[in-house]
């Protein structure tokens, strides 16, 4: 019994987590939805290309500015993570594909709110000794910098393919390797046409036998 109230609890936690969410990016990001990527794919001879966008909320768990030196090395490795396309997806064997080319930035207000983040740093040293204005007070600016606080992942790679005409599947690991995502629209751009999947945790790949 206690165990159901507990659970029903969390649920409703998060429930309200989400709906926070929701909102937030309603007001500020017409088309980044917490827990969906998306990645194009095109193919142009032996040529295989990608993008990935994914919310900085799948693939870290957060989107502000990193605050602790816990949430910096979680951005790092997230970083070099995202850098080895495996870490996304595996391409069939037979296709021979070799990366060419692989890079990762994000996206978002890190750059202008890590000045910031110094000079809340040197406030909040000042007034340590006075608790509850300090709290009072950094919840106020977490409001107001709210609606910044969006990132993104953005990542870049390129294949060579020895044999293009055997890319027959694609799996993701993306959903294993980063708890966050929920889902990917996929697009795949080949000689033959444009297709759109959509790929989840329950459903991490895509069949490309007759668009090859
Ligand atoms: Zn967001």
Redesign the pocket.
């Known amino acids: 019994m206690r165990f159901w109230m507990s659970l029903a609890a969390g649920f409703g936690l998060a429930a309200a987590v989400t709906g926070v969410?929701q909102a937030e990016?309603h007001r500020q990001?017409g088309a980044?939805v917490?827990g969906r990527g998306t990645l194009n794919i095109a193919l142009e001879g032996s040529r295989l290309s990608m993008e990935l966008e994914a919310?900085?909320?799948d693939i870290v768990g957060f989107?502000h500015a990193p605050s602790t030196p816990e949430q910096k090395s979680t951005l790092e490795k997230a970083e070099k993570k995202l850098k080895a396309p495996q870490t996304v997806l595996q391409l069939p064997a037979a296709a021979g594909c070799s990366v060419t080319d692989a890079k990762v930035t994000i996206e978002g207000e890190h750059g202008g709110n890590d000045a910031d983040d110094h000079d809340h740093g040197a406030e909040d040293h000042d007034h340590e000794h006075e608790a509850a204005d300090h709290d009072h007070d950094h919840d106020a600016a977490d409001q107001d910098h709210a609606g910044h606080q969006?990132?993104a992942f953005h990542a870049e790679y390129a294949f060579d393919c020895k044999s293009p005409a055997s890319l027959t599947t694609i799996v993701f690991d993306y959903f294993k390797n980063f708890a966050g995502a929920q889902k990917l629209d996929v697009t795949v751009v080949t000689p033959k046409g444009q297709n759109s999947f959509e790929v989840s945790r329950d459903k991490p790949r895509i069949d490309l036998g007759g668009i090859i």
Do not use: R, V
Request: proline share 9%; aromatic share 0%.
């Open positions: 969410g990016e990001l980044h917490h919310p900085g909320a989107e969006h990132s």
